[in-house]
C-alpha cells in the first residue's frame, strides 16, 4: 500500500501545529502542586488518640502525606489525637509536641520521623513504615521504585490507596511508561502475570486477557468512561496512570460494550501542572520505523489556575514484517482548570494509522491434533494486507465541591472510530494444518464505531454514632452504534500458501461500499456504595448496588431492517471488607459480579422469543496486602463462575446453563528492594474448568485459552559507579493452553526475555534521557493464544529514544 500524500502531510501538519500552538503560550507547569502550595494549606482534623503510631498513619491518609519512620520510635507511645484546623507543618508540631521527635521534610515533599538531638533514640534497627495518602485532586504519588503508584481510581468508588481498597489493583506511572518505551496500552499491561496480551504488535487491535477472561480494547476506559478508547489500540503517548483491576468491576465502572468480566483497564491522561514543559523525543523502532514525539504543557491564569498538555507524535517506516510499512499520527490536547472548589477538564485527541502487512490471527485445523512450529516473527502470513483505522474523541468532567464533605460530578464524552482491511480468511479444512499448509481467501471488512457517554453522581463523607461512612451516587448511560461492510472474494479464487512461505494475496475486486449499520445498544444503570470505617480506619466495609439495563438492537447492513430487539435488566452486588492487623498490613476480601449482555432464545429453540437478562459473573476474592516501606506484596486468591448460552441437545431449550470456573492464586512484589534495585515480580496459577457444559460434554476439561500458570520477573539497577545509568531485564512466561474444548489440541508455552538501558544527564545544559530497550532479545518464534485463534508473537525488536526538555 503506498500512502496518500494527503495523509503524510494532514498527519505532520496537524502534530506541528499542536506543538508549536502550546510552546508559544508560555506559563509554568508541574505535574502536581508544588512542595510550598502543598505545605501552606490547612484542613481540618477530627482524629481521636490512640497509639501515636496508629494516629500518626491516619494523619498521613488525611493529609496526603508521606510520613516514613522507624516502627520503635511510636512504640509504647500514645497520643491525644487531632483536632482543629492546621497545615501539615502544623499538624505535625502538635502530635508530635511533648514527645522528643520531629518531623523533617524532604526534598520530595515527603516526612522522615527522628528524634530531637539528645533524646536517646536508637539506631536506625528496623525496616521503616511508610504511610502515605493522596489529596482527592491529585493522584496518589509514586510508590518506592516509582513504577507503580500508592493507589487509583475505582470508578465511582473514587481514589484510594491500595491499603483501603477491598481489591487486587496495579496502577503503573508515567515513569514506567517512559523508561520500556511504551508505544501502546498493550506494551504496559504486560508487566503483569494476571494480565496477558492476546495479540502481537502490528496486528490488527490489542487484546487482553485478565485472570483467565478475555477483554476487549472495547472496555477499556478514559478517565473512567468506556466507549471512548480505540477500538484498535490506544496510544501511550496521552496516558499518566495506566489503572488495572484484577476482578469483575461492573458494579464500579457498569457494564462495559464488550462485556468484559475478568477485570478492568483504565487510561489516566496527562495534565498541565505549575512548571513549564518543553519535551521533545525521537525514536526508533526496527525495522525502520523512525518517529517524533512533541510533549508541551503550560498553566496560565490566576494561581496557575489553568493548564494546557499538547501531545503530538509521528511515525513512520518500514516494520519488522517483511514488506511491512507503518504510517501513524496523533494529536492529543487537554485542558484543566483547578479551583478551590471547582474542577474541570477536557480531552480530545485524534490518531490514524496506516498499515502495509499486519499481523493476523490464525485458526487451526480441527481434525489434527498437532500444532506447527511458529513461522519467525518477520513472516506476513497473510501476505498484502493493508490496514487503515482512525479514531477521534473528545470528553470531559466537572466537579464541584458542595461543601467540605460533599461534591458533585459529571462527565461525558463522543467517539467515532473506523477501520478499513483486507480480511483473508482460512478456515475449516482450509485452515493451517499441521505441516503449515493452508488454502487463503481474500475479503474486504470495514467498520465504524460511534459512542456517546455520560455519568453524574455525588460523594459524601459523614458520620453516625463513632462509625465514618463514605457514601456514592452514580448514574450513567452509553449509547453506541456499530456497523460494517463485508465483501469476500469467490471460493474458487482461494490461493495455497503455507506459514513459512507465504504467497502474495490477489488483490480484492469489487464494489466497495460504505458500512450499514449492523447495531445499536444503550447500557444504563444507576448505583449506590457506601464504606464504612471503624476502629480508627482499621476495619472498612464495602457494600453497594447497581442496577444495569441493557437495550440493544440488531439491523440488516444492507437493508437497514431491523433483525432482532432485546431489552432487560439486572441487579448486581458488592460486599468487600478490609481489616489492618498492624499498620502495614491490610487483609481484604470481596464478593461482587461482572455481567455480560444477555440475549434471546433463537427462533430454533423450543423456547423461541425468551427474553435472558444479562448474565451475572460471580467472583469471590480473598488476599494479604504487607507495604514493607521499600516493597510491597501482595498474595491474593480468587473464584469466577461466568455462565455460558447453549441450546440443549436433548430438550432444544435454550438457556444460560453452562458454565467456566476459573480459580487462581496471585502473587505479586514490587518496589525498590535495595537502594538503586527495583523489582517487579509476579506468579498467577490457575485451575480453570468447564464445569457445566451441554449434555455434560467435556465436562471438567480446562478452559480454552487459560494458561496453568503465568510468571513475570522485572528488575531494574541504578550502577553506582556510572551515575544516571540503569540498567533492567524483564522475563515473561506463559504456560501451554487449551485450544478447544475437548482438550485434543494445545498451544506450547512460551518465553520472552527483554533488556534494556537508561542514561540520565545533562547536553549544553538540557536535561537529556537516552533509552534503549530490546525485546524478545533470543528472537524466539512462538504462539499467542486468543480463544480457539492465535497470533505469531513480533520478533527481536530494538527501541531507541533520545529525549530533551528545552
Not at 304 to 319: E, H
Not at 601 to 630: C, H, I, L, M, R
Request: hydrophobic residues 35%; glycine residues 10%.
Amino acid at each position: 500500500m503506498h500512502f496518500a500524500p494527503a495523509f503524510r502531510r494532514t498527519a505532520l501538519a496537524s502534530s506541528l501545529k499542536l506543538a508549536l500552538s502550546a510552546i508559544v503560550l508560555g506559563a509554568p507547569i508541574l505535574l502536581t502542586p508544588t512542595v510550598t502550595h502543598a505545605q501552606a494549606q490547612t484542613r481540618a482534623y477530627d482524629i481521636p488518640g490512640g497509639p501515636l503510631g496508629d494516629v500518626l498513619g491516619r494523619y498521613g491518609r488525611e493529609a496526603g502525606i508521606m510520613l516514613s519512620f522507624r516502627p520503635e520510635l511510636t512504640e509504647g507511645r500514645q497520643s491525644s489525637g487531632l483536632k482543629g484546623s492546621y497545615s501539615i507543618g502544623g499538624g505535625l508540631d502538635a502530635l508530635l509536641a511533648g514527645t522528643g521527635l520531629r518531623a523533617v521534610l524532604q526534598a520530595n515533599g515527603s516526612y522522615v520521623l527522628n528524634s530531637l538531638p539528645g533524646a536517646g533514640a536508637g539506631a536506625n534497627v528496623l525496616p521503616t513504615v511508610t504511610v502515605t495518602a493522596a489529596t482527592a485532586a491529585d493522584l496518589p504519588p509514586a510508590y518506592a521504585g516509582g513504577q507503580v503508584a500508592r493507589g487509583g481510581g475505582l470508578g465511582m468508588l473514587g481514589t484510594s490507596d491500595v491499603m483501603d481498597i477491598p481489591f487486587s489493583t496495579t496502577n503503573y506511572t508515567s515513569q514506567a511508561l517512559e523508561d520500556q518505551q511504551a508505544r501502546t496500552l498493550a506494551d504496559v499491561v504486560v508487566n503483569e502475570a494476571s494480565v496477558r496480551v492476546l495479540t502481537s504488535s502490528s496486528g490488527f487491535s490489542d487484546d487482553f486477557q485478565i485472570r483467565g477472561f478475555s477483554m476487549s480494547s472495547d472496555d477499556v476506559g478514559l478517565n473512567g468512561l468506556f466507549g471512548l478508547a480505540s477500538s484498535n489500540r490506544m496510544p501511550a503517548a496521552i496516558m499518566e496512570r495506566v489503572e488495572v483491576l484484577k476482578g469483575p468491576g461492573t458494579l464500579m465502572n457498569g457494564i462495559g460494550p464488550a462485556n468484559s468480566v475478568g477485570g478492568g483497564i483504565n487510561i489516566v491522561t496527562k495534565r498541565a501542572g505549575d512548571e513549564p514543559l518543553t519535551r521533545l523525543t525521537t525514536t526508533y523502532e526496527s525495522k525502520s520505523v523512525l518517529g517524533i514525539h512533541a510533549d508541551v504543557g503550560r498553566r496560565f491564569g490566576e494561581q496557575n489556575r489553568w493548564g494546557l498538555r499538547v501531545n503530538s507524535v509521528y511515525r513512520n517506516g518500514q516494520t519488522s514484517l517483511d514488506n511491512g510499512r507503518q504510517e501513524f499520527g496523533l494529536g492529543a490536547l487537554a485542558l484543566d482548570y483547578r479551583g478551590a472548589r471547582l474542577r474541570w477538564s477536557l480531552d480530545a485527541y485524534t490518531q490514524r494509522e496506516n498499515t502495509d502487512n499486519f499481523r493476523s490471527q490464525n485458526g487451526f485445523q480441527t481434525g489434527s491434533r498437532v500444532i506447527p512450529d511458529a513461522p519467525s516473527g518477520h513472516r506476513a502470513i497473510y501476505n498484502g494486507t493493508e490496514l487503515m483505522f482512525r479514531d477521534s474523541t473528545i470528553a470531559s468532567r466537572l466537579e464541584y465541591d458542595l461543601s467540605d464533605k460533599v461534591t458533585v460530578y459529571a462527565a461525558g464524552g463522543y467517539r467515532y472510530g473506523a477501520s478499513e482491511q483486507d480480511f483473508p480468511a482460512a478456515r475449516g479444512t482450509s485452515a493451517v494444518s499441521p505441516t503449515g499448509d493452508l488454502s487463503v481467501t481474500n475479503a474486504w471488512y470495514d467498520a465504524y464505531s460511534r459512542t456517546k457517554t455520560g455519568e453524574i453522581g455525588a460523594r459524601t463523607r459523614f458520620n453516625t454514632w463513632g462509625v465514618k461512612h463514605a457514601l456514592n451516587l452514580s448514574a450513567s448511560r452509553l449509547e453506541q452504534e456499530k456497523g460494517n461492510f463485508f465483501l469476500s472474494a469467490p471460493p474458487a479464487s482461494a490461493q495455497p500458501s503455507n506459514i513459512y512461505h507465504p504467497v502474495k494475496l490477489t488483490p480484492m475486486t469489487g464494489e466497495r461500499h460504505r458500512p450499514g449499520k449492523a447495531s445499536e445498544a444503550t447500557l444504563s444503570s444507576i448505583a449506590v456504595t457506601d464504606t464504612l470505617s471503624f476502629l480508627d480506619d482499621r476495619v472498612l466495609l464495602t457494600g453497594g448496588l447497581r442496577h444495569q439495563r441493557v437495550e440493544m438492537d440488531a439491523f440488516n447492513t444492507s437493508t437497514g431492517l431491523r433483525t432482532s430487539s432485546y431489552s432487560d435488566s439486572t441487579v448486581t452486588p458488592l460486599v468487600g471488607f478490609v481489616v489492618k492487623p498492624l499498620a502495614n498490613v491490610s487483609v481484604y476480601g470481596n464478593y461482587t459480579a461482572g455481567l455480560t449482555t444477555g440475549s434471546v432464545a433463537p427462533n430454533s429453540a423450543a423456547n423461541a422469543g425468551e427474553s435472558f437478562p444479562p448474565a451475572k459473573t460471580k467472583q469471590y476474592e480473598a488476599g494479604v496486602k504487607a507495604d514493607w516501606g521499600p516493597a510491597m506484596t501482595t498474595v491474593s486468591i480468587f473464584q469466577i463462575e461466568r455462565p455460558n448460552s447453549y441450546t440443549d441437545t436433548t430438550t432444544n431449550i435454550f438457556s444460560y446453563g453452562g458454565e467456566q470456573r476459573n480459580r487462581g492464586l496471585e502473587l505479586a512484589a514490587v518496589g525498590e528492594v535495595v537502594d538503586g534495585v527495583r523489582l517487579m515480580a509476579s506468579a498467577t496459577f490457575y485451575d480453570a474448568k468447564q464445569t457445566k457444559t451441554n449434555g455434560g460434554l467435556n465436562q471438567g476439561n480446562k478452559a480454552v485459552g487459560v494458561p496453568d500458570h503465568t510468571l513475570n520477573l522485572g528488575v531494574g539497577w541504578d550502577l553506582p559507579w556510572v551515575p544516571g545509568l540503569n540498567l533492567n531485564a524483564r522475563a515473561i512466561h506463559t504456560a501451554k493452553v487449551q485450544l478447544d474444548a475437548a482438550n485434543t489440541i494445545q498451544m506450547p508455552s512460551w518465553t520472552r526475555y527483554d533488556v534494556g538501558a537508561r542514561y540520565v544527564t545533562e547536553v549544553a545544559g538540557r536535561s537529556v534521557v537516552f533509552r534503549a530497550n530490546v525485546e524478545n532479545v533470543f528472537n524466539s518464534n512462538y504462539w499467542l493464544a486468543s480463544g480457539s485463534f492465535a497470533t505469531v508473537a513480533a520478533p527481536r525488536t530494538v527501541l531507541l529514544s533520545a529525549q530533551i526538555d528545552f
